[in-house]
């Protein structure tokens, strides 16, 4: 059983669509991560959800917006992509919002072309 | 806000030999220091962590030390091996500011066989 999924593992797209990458967590942790991968492989936290609430946004632009609908499910929609976005984009959980016992998901490589 | 810095960038050892690498951080208010190995194309993966309340950690070959006067950790890795060969992030996470874990920039660590 994966304990943190994310799909897809792929994703290449032309700039200027909207996209979504899903993730879902069984390990019933209650806080759950959007994080970026850069190039240069600089992890950077966008967004953190405890138990469905936003508790850290970032500085990211508004075309990002995360949805939580429980807080085993933690979703990213980007819309109007551009070619700096392109990135691996890792979800993660841990078991509180203290970030203890943080487990990643396996990412999704963007690629905008 | 928190500031992590870690060196060096790149590590190079002989197998059998130890590796250190270190970080500083800034908010006196962090209290979590986890470290995470990332294989190349992997996720990263927790391999072992500190709280404020001590100042040594081991589990066997690996090991972190925490100065909270100085402000700052150490991993330790000792007697190398090539499948140690990866990057490694430090983090620093403050609960006074929702948990946020603030990650170093990471190191290359190649072991040569």
């Known amino acids: 059983d994966t304990a943190v999924s994310q799909t897809p593992k792929y994703l290449v797209t032309q700039m200027g669509n909207d996209k979504s990458i899903k993730c879902e967590q069984n390990?019933?942790?209650?806080?759950m991560y959007w994080y970026k991968q850069d190039s240069k492989k600089f992890l950077k936290i966008m967004f953190s959800y405890n138990n469905k609430e936003l508790i850290i946004n970032e500085t990211v632009p508004n075309r990002f917006s995360p949805k939580s609908p429980d807080k085993a499910h933690l979703n990213l929609h980007i819309n109007s992509l551009e070619l700096g976005d392109s990135a691996v984009y890792f979800c993660?959980?841990?078991?509180?919002?203290?970030?203890?016992?943080?487990?990643f998901g396996s990412g999704t490589r963007l690629t905008v072309v | 806000g928190e500031n992590v810095e870690q060196h060096p960038s790149t590590l190079s050892v002989q197998e059998g030999d130890s590796a250190v690498i270190k970080c500083t951080y800034s908010d006196s208010a962090s209290n979590y220091f986890p470290w995470y190995k990332q294989e190349l194309g992997k996720r990263p993966q927790l391999i072992i962590d500190i709280r404020s309340n001590v100042g040594e950690k081991k589990d066997q070959r690996i090991a972190v030390t925490l100065n909270k006067t100085a402000k700052h950790f150490s991993l330790h890795i000792t007697e190398t091996q090539p499948e140690d060969s990866a990057v490694y992030f430090c983090a620093a996470t403050s609960n006074t500011n929702a948990g946020k874990s603030t990650f170093g920039d990471g190191t290359t660590l190649t072991v040569k066989p």
């Open positions: 390990l019933g942790h209650d806080t």
């Open positions: 993660a959980s841990s078991q509180t919002y203290l970030g203890v016992n943080k487990f």
